[in-house]
């Protein structure tokens, strides 16, 4: 209750409640801070409401109806399957409601204030938030700026009726006939082959000569043999030019190496990047902010911008935009503010695509570690060689691990396959730990798991590999 226009007393504020800034407000709290949180859409941020999380509910559903109308190599044969779209959506809608209501228990359990609205800065320790209803104003002695980003609106390609950003195709209503995507990085990639598994015909117009350029060319080739077993064309080396929408389809003219092309579908997704959510009301020129070229908040090693008492961590700050970079931050940024050491000092980060199959990749690749000088042992292991994913008709991919010749530390993994975004935590956890070749070879891993590709790529580059043959 404000008495008045008076400032209500806090210790920190955090201005955005995705997985960098609830993980930051909780990590406060723990730490004795009366914490308040602002957003001003849901708890979970886009990740776990608009972007995450109900993609790979609704991938994992794909998966399901693609299981169950290709069993065959198991001897169960299914007739009829059929999709309610309405009710995978109704799971995707309580996967969302499951975790957002655990987080808000989370954050009240915790003793963390929730606000439901906007924020904007009237000084460097005051602040005021709004919603329709109230605007208090507040004074807080530290700032945890973890407002994220939103999808790159280009201006061929307006958001509206068929023009969809991610946040649009994840709640479409119906599974469409035809779709095309612009981009085929992660998102682009991700929703194309899920809608693609559900029936939809997918058309990719990319930039670049490969899906996924952000990953080896060995680990895309995977991935787009298998998009096209399921009719996705995909048409790379393309500029997007211009979109005319009717109110059944949309048109997207794009030209391949000065050849002017066209395409038309029911929706048309565009998914090009994401831009910080740095500008709008908040007010960081008001209080001086410094920000980058780019539209990031500068900060330092603990999070902090040129403005001491204030911190900024996730999508709006330098780096990855990835939920679990900005989980970490915000755990630092919250210890900085306690008076802890606290700093960022991790030797890498895991980056990981829901495709099918998926692909994952932490610290070098091979052309990385070479342009920085080391001599360098590597190889692969297929997942052919591994009995756990022969058993479960699932055997394309490989594991290739990076090593430093000299020493033999781990510098780099890639996975495309069955389970890479769960078996990449191995080699991310070596790595940080400086393990060799020979603490992973040696450790021992359970039998028959897919864990097992981990210690013998291990042993690959080592020279003695058990289930393939020595090169």
Same mark, same amino acid.
């Given at each position: 209750?404000?008495?008045?226009?008076?400032?209500? +007393?806090?210790?920190?504020?955090?201005?955005?409640?995705?997985?960098?800034?609830?993980?930051?407000?909780?990590?406060? $709290?723990?730490?004795?801070?009366?914490?308040?949180?602002?957003?001003?859409?849901? *708890?979970?941020?886009?990740?776990?409401?608009?972007?995450?999380?109900?993609?790979?509910? &609704?991938?994992?559903?794909?998966?399901?109806?693609?299981?169950?109308?290709?069993?065959?190599? @198991?001897?169960?044969?299914?007739? /009829?399957?059929?999709?309610?779209?309405?009710?995978?959506?109704?799971?995707?809608?309580?996967?969302?409601?499951?975790?957002?209501?655990?987080?808000?228990?989370?954050?009240?359990? %915790?003793?963390?204030?929730? @606000? =439901?609205?906007?924020?904007? @800065?009237?000084?460097?320790?005051?602040?005021?938030?709004? =919603?329709?209803?109230?605007?208090?104003?507040?004074?807080?002695? %530290?700032?945890?700026?973890?407002?994220?980003?939103?999808?790159?609106?280009?201006?061929? @390609?307006?958001?509206?009726?068929? !023009?969809?950003?991610?946040?649009? $195709?994840?709640?479409?209503?119906?599974?469409?006939?035809?779709?095309?995507?612009?981009?085929?990085?992660?998102?682009?990639?991700?929703?194309?082959?899920?809608?693609?598994?559900?029936?939809?015909?997918?058309?990719? !117009?990319?930039?670049?000569?490969?899906?996924?350029?952000?990953?080896?060319?060995?680990?895309?080739?995977?991935?787009?043999?298998?998009?096209?077993?399921?009719?996705?064309?995909?048409?790379?080396?393309?500029?997007?030019?211009?979109?005319?929408?009717?109110?059944? +389809?949309?048109?997207?003219?794009?030209?391949?190496?000065?050849?002017?092309?066209?395409?038309?579908?029911?929706?048309?997704?565009?998914?090009?990047? #994401?831009?910080?959510?740095? +500008?709008?009301?908040?007010?960081?020129?008001?209080?001086?902010?410094?920000?980058?070229? #780019?539209?990031?908040?500068?900060?330092?090693?603990?999070?902090?911008? %040129? *403005?001491?008492?204030?911190?900024?961590?996730?999508?709006?700050?330098?780096?990855?935009?990835?939920?679990?970079?900005?989980?970490?931050?915000?755990?630092?940024?919250?210890?900085?503010?306690?008076?802890?050491?606290?700093?960022?000092?991790?030797?890498?980060?895991?980056?990981?695509?829901?495709?099918?199959?998926?692909?994952?990749?932490?610290?070098?690749?091979?052309?990385?570690?070479?342009?920085?000088?080391?001599?360098?042992?590597?190889?692969?292991?297929?997942?052919?060689? /591994?009995?756990?994913?022969?058993?479960? /008709? %699932?055997?394309?991919?490989?594991?290739?691990?990076?090593? /430093?010749?000299?020493?033999? &530390?781990?510098?780099?993994?890639? !996975?495309?396959?069955?389970?890479?975004?769960? &078996?990449?935590?191995?080699?991310?956890?070596?790595?940080?730990?400086?393990?060799?070749?020979?603490?992973?070879?040696?450790?021992?891993?359970?039998?028959?798991? &897919?864990?097992?590709?981990?210690?013998? $790529?291990?042993?690959?580059?080592?020279?003695?590999?058990?289930?393939?043959?020595?090169?």
């Amino acid at each position: 209750m404000v008495v008045g226009d008076a400032s209500l +007393d806090i210790d920190t504020l955090v201005i955005g409640a995705g997985p960098g800034g609830y993980v930051a407000a909780i990590r406060a $709290a723990q730490l004795g801070q009366k914490v308040l949180i602002v957003d001003k859409s849901e *708890v979970g941020g886009v990740c776990l409401n608009r972007g995450c999380i109900p993609s790979k509910a &609704l991938i994992s559903a794909a998966h399901q109806y693609e299981s169950a109308k290709h069993g065959e190599a @198991f001897g169960v044969t299914a007739e /009829n399957v059929k999709v309610d779209f309405s009710k995978t959506q109704e799971f995707k809608t309580s996967v969302v409601k499951k975790l957002t209501g655990g987080v808000a228990g989370l954050l009240k359990g %915790n003793k963390v204030e929730i @606000f =439901n609205g906007e924020c904007m @800065f009237i000084s460097t320790t005051e602040a005021r938030v709004f =919603n329709d209803h109230e605007s208090p104003r507040y004074r807080f002695k %530290n700032c945890i700026i973890a407002t994220g980003s939103r999808p790159i609106e280009l201006k061929p @390609f307006p958001f509206g009726g068929r !023009i969809l950003s991610s946040t649009e $195709a994840l709640e479409l209503p119906e599974i469409p006939k035809s779709l095309i995507v612009i981009g085929g990085g992660y998102i682009g990639a991700e929703l194309g082959q899920m809608y693609s598994k559900f029936g939809t015909k997918v058309t990719i !117009i990319e930039g670049m000569d490969t899906v996924l350029p952000g990953f080896d060319k060995d680990m895309t080739r995977l991935v787009a043999k298998n998009m096209a077993k399921t009719g996705i064309d995909i048409v790379t080396n393309a500029k997007a030019e211009s979109a005319a929408q009717t109110d059944k +389809d949309v048109t997207v003219k794009y030209s391949v190496g000065g050849e002017s092309k066209e395409v038309t579908a029911e929706y048309l997704l565009v998914t090009v990047g #994401r831009r910080p959510n740095t +500008d709008g009301e908040l007010g960081l020129d008001l209080i001086g902010i410094e920000l980058d070229e #780019r539209g990031l908040i500068k900060v330092d090693h603990q999070g902090r911008t %040129n *403005v001491p008492n204030i911190f900024a961590i996730g999508d709006v700050v330098p780096g990855l935009a990835l939920a679990h970079k900005a989980s970490y931050e915000g755990k630092i940024a919250a210890e900085a503010i306690a008076g802890h050491k606290s700093v960022v000092d991790y030797k890498v980060i895991p980056a990981v695509v829901f495709t099918d199959p998926e692909c994952s990749s932490v610290g070098l690749t091979e052309k990385e570690a070479k342009d920085k000088g080391y001599k360098v042992k590597s190889g692969k292991f297929p997942f052919a060689g /591994n009995g756990r994913a022969l058993s479960l /008709n %699932n055997a394309d991919g490989f594991i290739k691990i990076v090593a /430093n010749e000299e020493n033999n &530390l781990v510098l780099g993994a890639q !996975i495309v396959g069955i389970e890479a975004s769960n &078996l990449i935590a191995e080699l991310g956890l070596a790595i940080e730990m400086g393990a060799t070749l020979e603490d992973i070879a040696l450790t021992i891993h359970g039998h028959p798991t &897919l864990g097992e590709v981990v210690m013998e $790529a291990a042993e690959l580059v080592e020279g003695h590999p058990i289930h393939v043959l020595s090169r």
